[in-house]
């Protein structure tokens, strides 16, 4: 009899360190993993079907909340209508065995002694804000080609052309209300980004003796409350060649109507990039032809797109979207700037990216008429 006691013993011993052996493997790569992730993208957006091969017993792809009585979820996941920050929050299926049981004890432990003490308990805590790319890129990523994340933006850069595919910034209003006293002088040139190979990169030699100037995609402007992001958006990743004429004017009062939409709404995030537009050359044929300028052949975009997108306050399902294309010439100072409203499908296929779903503002705001790619055409 004692032998068969000693053999179950051993047998319940084995299978129970073997099971909290797991939990501990599971925990420490769920943490790993979101460590990680922070500051890769590809890590980011492959993030759900990772946290999905090592969930256990089905419990990783629910969502943990507390009861009624705390009114705030444990997963700490951003609510809806909050573009306000991104909160250290997890994905459904990112929370780990342990953690739940962690989470559970808590929770159990907060009502023992609201109970005990007759205190009620808080109806939340304030989420805390992350500075990385899940916040920056909470609507998705256009493209996975060549990432970088800076500070406040995230780009993709195309080493062929030496520009950047798109780049997104999550502009918010607190930032612009501010101002760090480091920036009220610019550099007296754009500074050379490490990240990127100088073979790969434009220079200043590149600009001299030509027809365009640097142009931001991320404007500093936008971050004026922090010298740190505000250097950032000098580099030459973040430049592009542009009309004289059109930044001046045109895409000046572009950038300024992000700034008047954060300061408005809390915050919005920015998708801007180059488009190199094709032109018909006979009436079957058609060509795209663009400039290349400096010894490195730097390529000078015909087009360039910015898509602003807010939450909506009575429809947080989807968010409303705003897209422009503006032609890489002088452009009418006094041209209205819904004149050059453009269809978010025609960015897509023009650009080669894919961008959130959501309610487009030339669908809602009937008196502005959305303009087609051919009405943006060069001459």
Same mark, same amino acid.
């Given at each position: 009899?004692?032998?068969?006691?000693?053999?179950?013993?051993?047998?319940?011993?084995?299978?129970?360190?073997?099971?909290?052996?797991?939990?501990?493997?599971?925990? &420490?790569?769920?943490?790993?993993?979101?460590?990680?992730?922070?500051?890769?993208?590809?890590?980011?957006?492959?993030? /759900?079907?990772?946290?999905?091969?090592?969930?256990?017993?089905?419990?990783?792809?629910?969502? &943990?909340?507390?009861?009624?009585?705390?009114?705030?979820?444990?997963?700490?996941?951003?609510?809806?209508?909050?573009? /306000?920050?991104?909160?250290?929050?997890?994905?459904?299926?990112? *929370?780990?065995?342990?953690?739940?049981?962690?989470?559970?004890?808590?929770?159990?432990?907060?009502?023992?002694?609201?109970?005990?003490?007759?205190?009620?308990?808080?109806?939340?805590?304030?989420?805390?804000?992350?500075?990385?790319?899940?916040?920056?890129?909470?609507?998705?990523?256009?493209?996975?080609?060549?990432?970088?994340?800076?500070?406040?933006?995230?780009?993709?850069?195309? /080493?062929?052309?030496?520009?950047?595919?798109?780049?997104?910034?999550?502009?918010?209003?607190?930032?612009?209300?501010?101002?760090?006293?480091?920036?009220?002088?610019?550099?007296?040139?754009?500074?050379?980004?490490?990240?990127?190979?100088?073979?790969?990169?434009?220079?200043?030699?590149?600009?001299?003796?030509?027809?365009?100037?640097?142009?931001?995609?991320?404007?500093?402007?936008?971050?004026?409350?922090?010298? *740190?992001?505000?250097?950032?958006?000098?580099?030459?990743?973040?430049?592009?060649?542009?009309?004289?004429? &059109?930044?001046?004017?045109?895409?000046?009062?572009?950038?300024?109507?992000?700034?008047?939409?954060?300061?408005?709404?809390?915050?919005?995030?920015?998708?801007?990039?180059?488009?190199?537009?094709?032109?018909?050359?006979?009436?079957?044929?058609?060509?795209?032809?663009?400039?290349?300028?400096?010894?490195?052949?730097?390529?000078?975009?015909?087009?360039?797109?910015?898509?602003?997108?807010?939450?909506?306050?009575?429809?947080?399902?989807?968010?409303?979207?705003?897209?422009? *294309?503006?032609?890489?010439?002088?452009?009418?100072?006094?041209?209205?700037?819904?004149?050059?409203?453009?269809?978010?499908?025609?960015?897509?296929?023009?650009?080669?990216?894919?961008?959130?779903?959501?309610?487009?503002?030339?669908?809602?705001?009937?008196?502005?008429?959305?303009?087609?790619?051919?009405?943006?055409?060069?001459?």
């Amino acid at each position: 009899m004692s032998t068969y006691v000693a053999v179950a013993l051993c047998a319940i011993s084995g299978v129970s360190c073997f099971i909290i052996g797991a939990l501990v493997q599971q925990h &420490l790569s769920f943490r790993k993993i979101k460590s990680v992730m922070v500051t890769d993208p590809y890590v980011y957006q492959c993030r /759900r079907q990772i946290f999905s091969s090592l969930a256990m017993f089905g419990r990783s792809s629910e969502k &943990l909340t507390t009861s009624a009585e705390t009114g705030h979820s444990i997963s700490g996941e951003l609510e809806p209508g909050n573009s /306000r920050g991104f909160s250290e929050g997890q994905d459904p299926g990112s *929370v780990s065995t342990f953690d739940h049981f962690v989470l559970w004890g808590r929770t159990t432990a907060q009502k023992a002694i609201s109970y005990m003490t007759l205190s009620v308990a808080q109806n939340g805590h304030p989420q805390e804000k992350l500075e990385h790319v899940a916040g920056i890129m909470k609507y998705g990523f256009p493209g996975m080609d060549d990432i970088h994340v800076y500070k406040n933006f995230v780009l993709s850069y195309d /080493r062929r052309n030496r520009i950047a595919h798109w780049v997104c910034e999550h502009v918010r209003d607190e930032c612009l209300m501010s101002r760090d006293q480091r920036t009220l002088n610019k550099p007296n040139a754009y500074i050379a980004d490490t990240a990127i190979p100088a073979t790969f990169s434009a220079n200043m030699r590149d600009f001299k003796n030509t027809d365009w100037v640097g142009g931001h995609m991320a404007s500093p402007q936008n971050y004026k409350c922090d010298s *740190v992001k505000f250097l950032e958006a000098y580099k030459f990743s973040n430049i592009v060649p542009i009309n004289r004429g &059109l930044k001046n004017h045109i895409w000046f009062r572009l950038e300024n109507y992000v700034r008047e939409m954060a300061l408005e709404y809390g915050s919005v995030h920015v998708y801007t990039g180059p488009m190199f537009m094709p032109q018909r050359i006979t009436f079957r044929n058609w060509s795209v032809r663009y400039h290349v300028m400096g010894m490195n052949t730097v390529a000078v975009p015909t087009h360039f797109f910015k898509i602003i997108i807010r939450e909506d306050r009575f429809n947080s399902e989807l968010p409303i979207m705003e897209g422009y *294309v503006v032609p890489n010439t002088y452009v009418d100072k006094d041209m209205d700037l819904r004149s050059f409203l453009s269809d978010i499908r025609d960015i897509e296929h023009f650009a080669g990216l894919k961008f959130c779903d959501g309610q487009q503002r030339d669908q809602l705001d009937l008196p502005v008429r959305a303009p087609s790619m051919s009405d943006l055409q060069n001459d």
